[in-house]
């Protein structure tokens, strides 16, 4: 099979970084452009980059020149991995230029005519897509993953959500300062220390949480209702978001149901995408877990791992849910988007309606 | 005047060195007599302490000899550092001897009789004391102060009881290792970790707020009436506990109101009790504080740092508590219980009722 | 081909979890027999191991039974991960009955007889484990790999010294604590912290190097002629040992010779031993590697990593080595021996002299 | 007395932050101004400054309005914590403009005419200052303290040197963030790492101690002649260097000499310097001290304290040396060095030779 040439906007940092590593030998997309900031443009990719993850760099990526962030040069399928503001300014750039973008931004993510999607949660709201101005103008559209806080919460709540119905949820995060990419959070901050504060993330978890949860009718999604409150800190961690979870929920469910819930919760069983892990939730029934260095790499770095279900006092269930932020929480996720959007046949090049 | 002589038992551990830390230079106690365990007895306190403060262990304290831990040799004033299995079978012999015993344990804190006291928050619990049957037949007594997570919360949560009412509380806890003792947390457990378990946490911290919250009717505490549900983590900070709280209340406030509650929070102020600080709850407006490593030791670590307050989209109010563990949570209690008591002459040699 | 039957000793520290991790699937090696202390034998090893790895224990070892520390039951290869007390009293009754011990304590790496081997070093060696009374009276006998903190130094050293000849070596160790074992490091001693001491580890580092790049004549070992002085301390850091060296050569070297040797360095190419890596040696040219978060796991873990080759002031040339103190620095290092033992025919049924 | 008014150029960052702490209550100094960088320039300390010490800003402080950095409206003593190369350009307009500039910065350490001083080392080097073309022409004149890592080794080799003589120095150090200044090292590179490279400290650890223990002749410094060798790494420590270090002598040396050595280093005692510590040299006999999360603040953070000195296997002794690199090792040194200066009537307005 020919594989889809794909590339990359904002490729040096973090989750550039990521993306690189989960596409080397990607079985159905291949790297063929890579672009970042002006001061990067020009140089030799392994010039320009700080390359932070524990793999080596693949020297065939190293050798390639990194490109201006300009759709003209650019192939029809892109990940992005760009901060918030820059995003917001050349996404649509490339959307309008009949380029399938997927984004890991927070730029469009609420956007109504956006899908912000999960595979396993609510890949049923892709179809939004269709909806977009740069779809009916050029082929090109937007979809978007969460917020690296929200992705790990969002998967553990889907199923409990379908069996039970969720009224109420309560999260107090700990993460990773990969989240905050790099240099990001300065090390005298955050040694031997707690943050108990990240921009606009409580904000985000809330309300990207219920859009995630909630049903697309008439052409817009109807977010789910509940009521959340997201407590966001900052914790001396490399990966791995770590969260407190209390839930209330709509119908009474014993333990055995929800870990049931859990451990059936399989809705990508079968389409074979690449990047999907086996079991998207994994229960650890040992007291004193998930922990971020031994489990954030759970499914390949792509499962939300819970532990710790224990009765609330206050509502009715609790329990600890981890993911990793840079994998599930972002270049992981936008590549499980992607490996979905090819199966439905939207990253074909598209042809504009007439 | 005369400083009333005061021993220690656990006084080789980490809050045992707390004690020894703050007691140096106390204007009222003076350290006579030291206990440990039978392996540390009859050596020397320098020999057999590991001490692991960051200031030197005073000179004269390490050249005193580790008594047995009997109350034949002890003084009639008690600081107890000890585990909680070995609380239960030592402090009642103290008690029983006649000693006014100022636990720190958690092993007798739920009792009825025991008073269990925060004396900014609930010093009118203490007559309790007189109603155990040490205290009737030998003029001994218990008294006992919260778990290192509980005592910034109910802190925090005291004037905004007293003003407004409270109706549900959520908590969930970022903790310091030294909150375990020595050795306590292994490194490999915690170094760029979290880990989300201690056992018993969130029950002692769930029913001793309730109790510190209640009122003392009929000779028996009754205990708030509010849910309360914790989770505790462990995070790799030295020292400083951080929580992420959600309030309910029984009365509207406004941010006003509640920063007023928090100023106003003076009930000792005139007693001049040398541990307890002139301001016990600090509000720090900026966004991302309190932060154990840069505020833990406000009022000399007796403080309880509060930030972060912003409506809740699910209860009322959430905001952000620290206070230092093994300070305002353990010694620096336990101290400031002794004085409160000394003011009350309870610490005065007790007559046996007839 | 069929796979030899292995035991592994010590089986739930540290360095038996990397045995098991790195033997799962091993083409040469299957684990059958899994010991440990007194407490955890009879147990399911899944019940007695505390897992601190970031892979999860395989199902069917921790299904497995924990047998007694007896050679009775035992197969006739054993891996050998015990304390260095346990091992000086087990290691030799095992050799007794038989068995290959191929052992990662210190207990008996120093003695005359016994072989103390890194298979890229001094594999040339091993010959030595002929003279043992243990090998004469039932076949069995000792072999060891070095401390954790002498493997990366010896191994950057080694095509030095065959080219140029080494005079004089100082090592300044910043050591991680998984080199402790567990519960080893309390998280008290070592966050925000280094400790300049780590008990016996400068003798050993120091008389290891030179028994290692010393040469076998007459039945034993002749150390090399050389001048070293280790400094050894702990750091905040999971796993891998970062060294600074500065050395003293017989010959002038440049830095295109030095780097030649250490690339050119390949002595088991050819041999298709499992856990060789590809390149012994790996060259980072950037200013500020290797670091033990970035480049531990190089050739599977079992790499020596230098970096930062300088002329030095006061000898000739400096620079830092990194190697994972798990992998390359205990369990991986055992495991290579008994690969390149494997291949010298000296894991079959061993014939007792008559 | 009147106390001295001063000035404080790059108030804002870490090390100014220690000069406002350190001055707070001096007896001799009182901070009248404060300058930063053009975007701080007019604005009120407090809102400019990430305040980053565990101690409050001081209030007074934070209502002061931040200055340009221009000598015109400022006192005539600066204390100057400006990174290098601003430090290039502006710390020689103060003291061409009449002031005496008293500087943390590495711009003019080792030009000829500029004293680099620790008190207790060499401050028979400060005559040096009057060579100054800007002494003769304004009065002003420039004096620096040494870097951060050069500070503590120096303190510990001064009595050696005095009495043995020295030959040799090997160093290899472990630093801490702080250091670096805020924002400073990233937390994604130091996090469970150790970084062996920070840019030019080996040549200035290297050509500063040299200096330091040189003598004064003929109006210029002779270095001492010995060879030293140093290698430099970061470590996860917030405050607080930590060295290892291996010497050769001139003289022969028994242990119980050097520690005489190190205990009757007193070269300020009766001069009664504010800052200066009473113990410059304080040697801890553990095992395993110093350590920076225990020791650093001995002295109040002045005090270089060593410990683990035993013979060297390639030289003579070895030793580890700690000491606070935000205090001894930048603010605090600047800070005893003025107040020497003041001893010595350098400090008086100065009269402009005719």
Redesign the interface.
Known sequence: MQRHQIGILGATG?VGQRFIQLLEQHPWFEVVWLAASDKSSGKRYGDAVKW?????LPAHIAQMQISPATPESAPKIIFAALDSDIARELEPKFAAAGCAVISNSSAFRMQQDVPLVIPEVNGDHLPLLEKQTWRKQSGGYLVTNPNCSAIGLVLALKPLEERFGLD???V?T?QA??GAG????????????????I?SEEEKM?EETLKLLGSLKDDRVQPLEA???A?C?R????DGH?E?V?IKLRKPATREQILAAWQEFRPLAGQNLPTAPAQPIEFIPA????????????GHGMAAVV??LRP????DW?F?VLSHNTIRGAAGAALLNAELLATLGKLEPAAVPA
Do not use: W
């Open positions: 973090m932070k993850l524990d793999t080596p109420a949820i309560f107090s700990m300062v990969s790099y240099p990001g959070v300065p090390s005298l901050d955050i040694l031997g220390n707690v943050v108990p504060y921009k809330q009521k959340i409150s407590h800190n914790v001396p961690v490399e770590t407190s209390s007291d004193d877990r998930p922990q971020p260095r031994l489990d954030r790499m759970r532990g710790r609330c006092t206050l509502f609790k600890t």
